[in-house]
């Protein structure tokens, strides 16, 4: 399961390198409890994601990756790319395709996720939601995000 994680991890930086510079880059650390459908009960994890921001004409569209790790009995990795929307400043919309491990088992799924960033500078703090559903099974994570802007 560790060397499918650190593949995942690199897959997830090579993304950030080769997206390009623009507007803006941010990268978010969000940690929570993960409700699991199969298992009917709540894990801690943690997602790290990437975003980049292209505002052509103020475009409030963004694309992203993101690495997702589930603790409990079996560990869950997810990898999963994103399409991002901002309605308002501070508020952000998220979906995209993704491939979650477990164990020995793998599945594609959809991801959708929001959060609400309150600007500290160049940090932003503020819950984060995110569900993804594989056909089969759902989790369900809800917590705290906390992102850098460069």
Same mark, same amino acid.
């Given at each position: 399961?560790?060397?499918?994680?650190?593949?995942?991890?690199?897959?997830?930086?090579?993304?950030?390198?080769?997206?390009?510079?623009?507007?803006?880059?941010?990268?978010?650390?969000?940690?929570?409890?993960? !409700? &699991?459908?199969?298992?009917?009960?709540?894990?801690?994890? &943690?997602?790290?994601? !990437?975003?980049?921001?292209?505002?052509?004409?103020?475009?409030?569209?963004?694309?992203?990756?993101?690495?997702?790790?589930?603790?409990?009995?079996?560990?869950?990795?997810? /990898?999963?790319?994103?399409?991002? !929307?901002?309605?308002?400043?501070?508020?952000?919309?998220?979906?995209?395709?993704?491939?979650?491990?477990?164990?020995?088992?793998?599945?594609?799924?959809?991801?959708?996720? %929001?959060?609400?960033?309150?600007? /500290?500078?160049?940090?932003?703090?503020?819950?984060?939601?995110? &569900?993804?559903? %594989?056909?089969?099974? !759902?989790?369900?994570?809800?917590? &705290?995000?906390?992102?850098?802007?460069?």
């Amino acid at each position: 399961m560790t060397k499918k994680f650190l593949w995942l991890t690199l897959i997830c930086i090579h993304t950030v390198v080769f997206v390009g510079a623009g507007e803006r880059h941010s990268i978010g650390l969000a940690s929570g409890m993960v !409700y &699991l459908s199969d298992d009917k009960k709540f894990d801690p994890g &943690l997602q790290l994601e !990437y975003s980049y921001s292209f505002m052509q004409g103020k475009s409030p569209f963004s694309v992203g990756s993101a690495v997702e790790v589930i603790f409990g009995e079996e560990r869950h990795i997810g /990898l999963g790319l994103q399409m991002g !929307y901002s309605p308002i400043k501070g508020w952000d919309l998220g979906v995209g395709p993704g491939v979650m491990f477990e164990g020995d088992n793998h599945y594609f799924s959809i991801n959708i996720a %929001t959060s609400y960033g309150f600007d /500290l500078g160049k940090i932003s703090i503020g819950p984060a939601v995110e &569900l993804a559903h %594989t056909g089969k099974h !759902y989790h369900f994570l809800s917590g &705290l995000l906390i992102e850098l802007d460069f």
